[in-house]
T-cell receptor
């Protein structure tokens, strides 16, 4: 069965430091991969997505992610974290559904704390 | 555009009561879905729809019903609420049924079942 694992429940980084959030997936075919961000009390917003082509994808707010098929990973990175990046981050994989649509499987999330 | 709207924002039910969570989008999106979010578990798909009259089950469909009579609306019905259904519910939509399409999420409904 398809699954997404985010090994880190929470991470704390200093403002200005670099960030890497880990994501591993389990899926037999070519995966469609996503990273979403959720600020407190809000819905989710798409940061970036990968479905083919260049394995390094750029997203909004200065985020990027690298797809590594050999490691079944899709880690999210940012070179310099800002206090406003404090939020919860979700990795997800899209899989075909039964009625021609798709199902999205989410990881449990990683909460990012940013210290001054 | 208002995007994806959800009502109510908060709701408290007693065990056994029924209710409908409303979801609407004004973007003419083909695909709509419902998720529940529980601490430490991320979002789990309840039901989804690829167009008016077409719905399908997600990971955790038991205890929930959906229908899609119009493109705009996708209500979620709890037939007999249970404490295990205490959660935050999110509705989402995307322009097409293609997996790579961006999903837009509503602000959520926080439901407590006593």
């Amino acid at each position: 069965a398809q699954s997404v694992t985010q090994p880190d429940i929470h991470i704390t980084v200093s403002e200005g430091a670099s960030l890497e959030l880990r994501c591993n997936y389990s899926y037999g075919a070519t995966p469609y991969l996503f990273w979403y961000v959720q600020s407190p009390g809000q819905g989710l917003q798409l940061l970036l997505k990968y479905f083919s082509g260049d394995t390094l994808v750029q997203g909004i707010k200065g985020f990027e992610a690298e797809f590594k098929r050999s490691q079944s990973s899709f880690n999210l990175r940012k070179p310099s974290v800002h206090w406003s990046d404090a939020a919860e981050y979700f990795c997800a994989v899209g899989t075909p559904g039964n009625t021609g649509g798709f199902k999205t499987i989410f990881g449990a999330g990683t909460r990012l704390f940013v210290k001054a | 555009n208002a995007g994806v709207t959800q009502t109510p924002k908060f709701q408290v039910l007693k065990t056994g009561q029924s209710m409908t969570l409303q979801c609407a989008q004004d973007m003419n999106h083909e695909y709509m879905s419902w998720y529940r979010q529980d601490p430490g578990m991320g979002l789990r798909l309840i039901h989804y729809s690829v167009g008016a009259g077409i719905t399908d089950q997600g990971e955790v469909p038991n205890g929930y019903n959906v229908s899609r009579s119009t493109t705009e609306d996708f209500p979620l019905r709890l037939l007999s609420a249970a404490p295990s259904q205490t959660s935050v519910y999110f509705c989402a939509s995307s322009y097409s049924r293609i997996s790579t399409d961006t999903q837009y999420f509503g602000p959520g409904t926080r439901l407590t079942v006593l």
